[in-house]
C-alpha cells in the first residue's frame, strides 16, 4: 500500500493519501463511503483520501480532483472558514496544493 502524508502548515492539518486497491484498505475505510474509484473523510485534524490503484490514469486525476476538494472543504469547514463564490481563492489554492501532490506521490 502506498502512502503519502500531506503537511498543511497554514491551518494546521494533515492529508494522509492511499494508492491501493479496495482490499488493502478496506479495515481504514469501513466508516467512510465506499466506492470503486476513491474517498475521502476525517479524523480531528487529519483528512485521510484514498484512491484506487484499479482506475485508470484519465480517471485517476478526475477522482484526485473530486476527493481533494472533499479534502479542502473538511479542512475550511473545521477551521470556521466558509468559502464562496466571493471568497474562495484559499479554497482553491488548498485544493491545487492538495492535488499537485498526489499527482506527484501517484
Keep these: 500500500m502506498k502512502k503519502i502524508k500531506i ?3 497554514i491551518i494546521d492539518h494533515q492529508v494522509n493519501v492511499y494508492h491501493c486497491k479496495e482490499k488493502k484498505i478496506a479495515k481504514k475505510i469501513k ?8 474517498c475521502s473523510w476525517e479524523n480531528g485534524d487529519i ?4 484512491i484506487n490503484k484499479k482506475n485508470n490514469k484519465k480517471d485517476k486525476i478526475k477522482y484526485i480532483a473530486h476527493e481533494a476538494l472533499h479534502a ?12 464562496n463564490t466571493t471568497n474562495d481563492e484559499i479554497a482553491a489554492y488548498l485544493q491545487g ?9 501517484i
Aim: net charge positive.
Design 97 to 105: 496544493f492538495i492535488i499537485k501532490n498526489i499527482i506527484k506521490f
Design 72 to 83: 479542502t472543504n473538511f479542512m475550511l469547514k473545521s477551521r470556521g472558514i466558509r468559502a
Design 7 to 9: 503537511k498543511i502548515p
Design 47 to 50: 483528512v485521510y483520501i484514498w
Design 31 to 38: 466508516n467512510a463511503k465506499k466506492s470503486i474509484q476513491g
